[in-house]
């Protein structure tokens, strides 16, 4: 059985910053999506061991940076800049083999969830 488990969430003021990390019982490949109510699971990031290649939303490119260390199957979210739009529970996803780049952002092709973090960011 895979266990994911993401942690760092929190209530922040615009501006500020947080780091998530998530955290696999195995080696994997990892990706950030969120889900903010009433709104379907988006895609956030992807880290791409294969190619050492990072990929990002349009609405947190600039802001978020993934890492990682695949050796130890851990990757952070450092997520800087924070605004109100980011308040969503945040869910790290796995699975064993690499996405090509077209399928990266549909949360189906991932089988592996962590139970989420919320984020809130508010003044």
């Known amino acids: 059985q895979v266990q994911v488990t993401e942690s760092g969430g929190g209530m922040v003021r615009p501006g500020d910053s947080l780091r998530l990390s998530c955290r696999t019982s195995?080696?994997?490949?990892m990706a950030w999506f969120r889900q903010a109510p009433g709104k379907e699971r988006e895609f956030v990031s992807y880290?791409?061991?294969?190619?050492?290649?990072?990929h990002y939303s349009d609405s947190v490119k600039g802001r978020f940076t993934i890492s990682g260390d695949n050796a130890k199957s851990t990757i952070f979210l450092q997520m800087n800049s924070l605004e109100p739009e980011d308040t969503a529970v945040y869910y790290c996803?796995?699975?064993?083999?690499?996405?090509?780049?077209?399928?990266?952002?549909?949360?189906?092709?991932?089988?592996?969830w962590g139970q989420g973090t919320q984020v809130t960011v508010s003044s």
């Open positions: 996803a796995a699975r064993e083999n690499r996405l090509v780049v077209s399928g990266i952002r549909a949360p189906e092709k991932w089988p592996y």
């Open positions: 195995g080696r994997m490949y």
């Open positions: 880290i791409d061991w294969s190619q050492n290649r990072r």
